[in-house]
């Protein structure tokens, strides 16, 4: 706050606001939809997916057999949410970057399972990736006075 009393945004060279991670982590948490970001065949790859909160990490279900599954074992991604108003013209984005872990252990899957986690694609999705929120950095487009 300024000693106006006023919230004074952090804003970065483009004029864009840096969200604390704490707002960050608020605006993961209500997103319905995520990006994550992973390496296929050396590749960059990017898969929609829906996803919940368990503290700070993020947790996904998907097939055992998926290339997401396959690829997200110990390994580094990333994972991106936003939104926008078009007629507003602004609009946020958070990104995380932390390791992805194939949960195997039982009383973790078990805790998982408790989840509100519904998986909008068909067929079973047993597999459960955890994501731990190491760097998680966010943006927003300040309104328009």
């Known amino acids: 706050m300024n000693v106006d009393g006023h919230d004074t ?3 970065d060279k483009a004029g864009l606001e840096v969200l604390t991670r704490e707002e960050c982590l608020r605006l993961l948490a209500q997103a319905p939809i995520g ?3 992973f390496t296929d065949h050396a590749l960059p790859a990017v898969q929609p997916v ?3 909160m368990l503290g700070t990490d993020i947790v996904i279900r998907t097939s055992p057999e998926s290339k997401l599954a396959q690829a997200t074992r110990d390994t580094v991604v990333a994972f991106e949410v936003d939104d926008y108003d078009e007629e507003a013209r602004t609009g946020w984005s958070v990104m995380v ?4 872990h194939a949960v195997e252990d039982p009383e973790e899957r078990s805790l998982l399972e408790t989840l509100p986690l519904d998986t909008w694609a068909p067929g079973p999705r047993s597999h459960y990736i955890r994501i731990m929120t190491d760097i998680v ?3 927003r487009i ?3 006075s």
């Open 9 to 11: 945004a952090v804003t």
């Open 35 to 37: 990006r994550i970001v």
């Open 50 to 52: 829906n996803f919940t």
């Open 97 to 100: 970057v932390g390791v992805g």
């Open 137 to 139: 950095t966010g943006r």
């Open 142 to 144: 300040p309104e328009h």
